[in-house]
């Protein structure tokens, strides 16, 4: 069965800095989709980045960006110039077909 | 349209109560979701359709029963609810498999709680 796992329940940043969010899975797939969503305390899932697992590239979307490591199973991701509007939990996914699975969520505090 | 609409908002209902959620997309998506999130959990998958039939079933209890009309819409069927069921519901939608946008995209969800 696919994993995904978050070691990190809770990460702080301070305004205007950078921060990455770590993620790993576990599948024997070879074709797959990978996701990071934002939920703020308004429960809306948002998605912030995807990355096709037959990509090399690195996906970016503005101050967003992922580092996808295919071997080492592993897909982080790195928000620069950190926003107070950046605080939300981070849930990364997996998707395999139509199966979708979550990890436990990483939740962002932004400081002024 | 991007948006995924959900209706109502905000469910209460007894244990003995029967009660639907409603989830609608007109973004052309052939593959629609149901998830149950619980207070500082990810989302559980429960439901998956694609084009309007059943695909995934996560074991879920038969007194939650979902119903793809068409296309555009999703129903959630709730009977006989316990307690434990009170979540965040969640719809989603997306492409199947082999569109170049494969992302989900998530409804602002229905606060259950079943007293």
């Known amino acids: 069965a696919q994993t995904v796992t978050q070691s990190q329940p809770e990460m702080s940043v301070q305004e205007a800095e950078t921060v990455t969010l770590s993620c790993t899975y576990d599948?024997?797939?070879?074709?797959?989709?990978l996701f990071w969503y934002k939920q703020p305390p308004s429960r809306q899932m948002i998605l912030v980045i995807r990355q096709e697992a037959y990509k090399q590239q690195n996906a970016t979307e503005n101050r967003f960006s992922v580092n996808f490591q295919k071997a080492a199973k592993s897909f982080s991701l790195k928000i620069s110039d950190s926003q107070l509007g950046d605080a939300a939990m981070y849930f990364c996914a997996y998707r395999f077909n139509n199966d979708m699975r979550f990890g436990a969520g990483t939740r962002l505090t932004v400081k002024p | 349209d991007t948006e995924v609409t959900q209706t109502p908002k905000h469910l209460v209902m007894g244990m003995t109560n029967k009660k639907s959620l409603k989830c609608e997309q007109h973004m052309g998506h052939r593959a629609m979701y149901w998830y149950k999130q619980k207070a500082k959990k990810p989302p559980e998958l429960m439901f998956v359709?694609?084009?309007?039939?059943?695909?995934i079933n996560e074991s879920v209890p038969s007194r939650f029963s979902p119903e793809c009309p068409n296309s555009s819409l999703l129903n959630l069927h709730l009977h006989a609810l316990q307690p434990e069921d009170s979540a965040l519901y969640l719809c989603?939608?997306?492409?199947?498999?082999?569109?170049?946008?494969?992302?989900?995209?998530f409804g602002p969800g229905t606060r259950l709680t079943v007293t």
């Open positions: 359709y694609s084009y309007e039939k059943l695909s």
């Open positions: 989603a939608s997306s492409h199947p498999r082999g569109r170049s946008s494969y992302e989900q995209y």
């Open positions: 599948t024997s797939e070879s074709d797959y989709y």
